[in-house]
């Protein structure tokens, strides 16, 4: 199966990039299941069910969440209703789930999603809860599965691609909105420390940089808005799985001026 992986979809911009090139790219790199990353998709802050039905409608199988994901409150029934994650290892008896299976081309595939620890909100151990999740899908035959680590440090990407590789077809990370260059396979893992986002691409990670720059000048906070006009960008991954392993993964960057550029990811011996 060839899946693809579309990280934080910030506000408006986002969501438009997705209306205009996402169908394009399945057809084109014959993509049969897509995920993405619902958190930031409406103002910049958490999903609504308008919003929710808007992103299905250009192609998304299911979407992840992170730390903003009960930003919105219309997002609690969309669990029942929609194919939506947030992070697995929220607390007990918070709605929803952050482990899903579905069936592409004959087999099964699990979406995994995980939250990180420094600077996120309470949650329980991301690596535990990994390490726990992914012994039960394979005790039930699921060999394929796809990790977004939501999570703020490096350091902690890094960790659970060591922690799961050979055992898991993929981990991306998202959170920060900065692509990193580290696009990797290794022991049949495909590994990206952070897709990076999807929207606004000239100002402070997709958000208008007035607040963040008088934030930064004098230590007074405001509110942070998605920029009316800017330049956009949509970033994807594909990756190509079967039987537990990626053989093959790219990532594209798309520009508002149709310009792509393709990265490999290279293969660790």
Not at 43 to 52: E, I, P, R
Request: charged share 25%; with cysteine; glycine share 10%.
């Amino acid at each position: 199966m060839r899946i693809a992986f579309i990280g934080d979809i910030v506000g408006h911009p986002g969501r438009e990039m997705l209306k205009n090139y996402l169908a394009k790219i399945k057809e084109e790199y014959e993509i049969d299941f897509v995920i993405a990353n619902y958190e930031n998709a409406s103002h910049g802050f958490g999903l609504t069910l308008k919003n929710a039905n808007e992103l299905i409608s250009y192609g998304i199988d299911v979407m992840s969440g992170g730390n903003h994901t009960w930003d919105k409150k219309d997002i609690i029934p969309l669990f029942d209703t929609h194919e939506l994650l947030r992070p697995h290892n929220y607390p007990e008896g918070v709605p929803g789930t952050g482990c899903k299976t579905y069936e592409v081309k004959g087999e099964k595939i699990a979406v995994l999603n995980l939250m990180g620890h420094y600077s996120m909100p309470m949650s329980d151990n991301a690596f535990r809860c990994a390490q726990a999740t992914v012994k039960k899908l394979k005790e039930e035959g699921i060999k394929n599965i796809f990790i977004d680590f939501h999570a703020e440090a490096t350091s902690e990407k890094r960790a659970m691609m060591l922690l799961l590789q050979g055992e898991v077809s993929g981990i991306i990370g998202t959170h920060t909105h900065v692509s990193t260059d580290d696009f990797q396979i290794s022991q049949g893992t495909a590994y990206l420390t952070d897709i990076g986002l999807t929207g606004c691409r000239d100002n402070v990670i997709g958000m208008d940089e007035k607040v963040p720059l008088k934030q930064f000048l004098t230590g007074m906070k405001g509110h942070f808005d998605i920029p009316k006009k800017c330049k956009k960008i949509l970033q994807i991954a594909i990756m190509d799985i079967g039987e537990g392993k990626c053989s093959k993964a790219f990532k594209l960057k798309i520009f508002d001026n149709a310009t792509v550029i393709k990265t490999d990811a290279w293969v660790e011996e």
